[in-house]
Antibody, heavy 119, light 110 residues
Framework: QVQLQESGPGLVKPSETLSLTCTVS????????WSWIRQPAGKGLEWIGH???????NYNPSLKSRLTMSVDMSKNQFSLKLSSVTAADAAVYSC?????????????WGQGTLVTVSS | QSALTQPPSASGSPGQSVTISCTGT?????????VSWYQQHPGKAPKVMIY???KRPSGVPDRFSGSKSGNTASLTVSGLQAEDEADYYC??????????FGGGTKLTVL
């Protein structure tokens, strides 16, 4: 059974960097691509980006300039850094496994972690 | 990349069928057969119900079906049951290594 668990600070100050980690169990991070998806309160889902085991990434163009994703094979984890956050970045952030062509299918999800942006 | 357009709400009585639409453009929904549908109950992680327009993952009831015509994809839930009440999101490959979601539809079982 593949399981994903997000971790990181639940509160980030405006203009600072949001950092989250997703720990994967039940599957090797080396054989799939992995995504971050967020959901602001009361709103829909937004794809943030995904990372391949090689470290190659694809990012949502609207976030690309502030976004960095990385993978740590030794810990079976992947991470997200979003810089210069504003209130608009407050959301539940979820990690998911991306499969299929273009990584267009998210077949396993974490439970999500709430990130608040406030001073 | 704009979000795909879904109706905010849909409803039906138990046993009835309901169809939820997901409208994009020729650059996403219309251009690729990589449309997925996700069910999300309150406080829970999304669950994939349909992928590649009309394929059902193992374990998903055959009451759920997907289709596509032009730039619009659809999810049909037949024989509505109380446990089908949830939010439903579509997603599509959007070209240029982008993925896009719809705004979500709240399905109410009356």
């Amino acid at each position: 059974q593949v399981q994903l668990q997000e971790s990181g600070p639940g509160l980030v100050k405006p203009s600072e960097t949001l950092s989250l980690t997703c720990t994967v169990s039940g599957a090797s991070i080396s054989i799939s691509s992995w995504s971050w998806i967020r959901q602001p309160a009361g709103k829909g889902l937004e794809w943030i980006g995904h990372i391949y085991p090689s470290g190659s990434t694809n990012y949502n163009p609207s976030l690309k300039s502030r976004l960095t994703m990385s993978v740590d094979m030794s810990k079976n984890q992947f991470s997200l850094k979003l810089s210069s956050v504003t209130a608009a970045d407050a959301a539940v952030y979820s990690c998911a496994r991306s499969t299929g062509d273009y990584g267009a299918l998210f077949d396993y999800w974490g439970q999500g972690t709430l990130v608040t942006v406030s001073s | 990349q704009s979000a795909l357009t879904q109706p905010p709400s849909a409803s039906g009585s138990p046993g009835q069928s309901v169809t939820i639409s997901c409208t994009g453009t020729s650059s996403d929904v219309g251009g690729y057969n990589f449309v997925s549908w996700y069910q999300q109950h309150p406080g829970k992680a999304p669950k994939v119900m349909i992928y590649e327009v009309s394929k059902r993952p193992s374990g998903v009831p055959d009451r759920f079906s997907g289709s596509k015509s032009g730039n619009t994809a659809s999810l049909t839930v037949s024989g509505l049951q109380a446990e089908d009440e949830a939010d439903y999101y579509c997603s599509s490959y959007g070209g240029s290594n982008n993925l896009v979601f719809g705004g979500g539809t709240k399905l109410t079982v009356l």
